[in-house]
């Protein structure tokens, strides 16, 4: 086995492992420390807490509405760039000729190479298709609960009733955002495949770079800071 072929799969099982670490890194720092996602639980206890209390409820059933709109949008892409490259993969030797006249192409790869890249891109979006289809779904569930949600001058139930009303319906609404989380994820990782079209080590960078900026966004950004200071705010009022 040659010494480039060893780099492509260290590369390769680089990527799976910033991939597959930094979910399960994300999940556990969430329940410790200030996330995008644990603050976002929080303010959808809110929003439930609230939406009991109102007569009408017609807009919290078009956020939610709107929320399940931006998981479709982002599947049927994936549906369209699965397509695009199974048409690739069915024609791979085409596609190499093509790619070799770019500029910068890397010179060393073979139509197997190009063919398992292409193949792992089509992972990816299988993948993001699948997470972003079942954030759908339970975003469908949402809106049943929302429908099902006691109204706001129902006297045979308790506050404790209410609160545990809220608390679960909120926890649906936020397996839908972590599984629209997961797709999205998906998306970033990978445009870091694209380089390594041209280089193996500009592909290791760009994987890298991903992980970095996925978690200054989730843990370290401007807006996480902002949706913080609006729980501090509701807490004292």
């Known amino acids: 086995m040659s010494l480039q072929t060893l780099i492509n799969l260290g590369a390769g099982l680089w990527f799976f492992a910033c991939w597959i670490g930094y979910t399960h890194f994300a999940r556990h720092k969430a329940r410790k420390d200030r996330s995008l996602s644990s603050v976002l639980q929080m303010h959808r206890q809110r929003w439930m807490q609230i939406m009991l209390s109102r ?20 599947a049927s892409t994936s549906m369209f760039i699965i397509a695009g490259l199974i048409t690739i993969t069915a024609s791979i030797d085409q596609v190499y000729h093509t790619i070799a006249a770019v500029p910068f ?6 139509p197997l190479q190009l063919q398992l890249k292409v193949i792992l891109l089509l992972f990816n979006f299988v993948y993001a298709f699948l997470s972003l289809t079942w954030s759908m779904r339970q975003y469908g569930f949402c809106s049943i609960l929302l429908g099902a949600a006691p109204l706001h ?5 308790t506050a404790e009733d209410r609160t545990h009303y809220a608390n679960n319906m909120a926890q649906v609404i936020d397996n839908a955002g972590l599984s629209y989380n997961y797709g999205l994820r998906a998306f970033y ?8 079209f041209f280089n193996t080590w500009l592909f290791i960078a760009s994987v890298t770079l991903v992980v970095i900026i996925l978690y200054r966004r989730e843990f370290h950004s401007g807006t996480l800071h902002t949706l913080a200071k609006s729980l501090e705010y509701k807490s004292k009022g």
């Open 55 to 74: 007569e009408n409820r017609m807009t919290d059933a078009a956020l939610i509405a709107s929320l399940e709109r931006n998981a479709t949008f982002l």
């Open 105 to 110: 192409t890397n010179a060393s790869m073979t």
């Open 153 to 157: 001058n129902e006297q045979l139930l």
């Open 189 to 196: 990782f990978s445009l870091s495949i694209l380089p390594w």
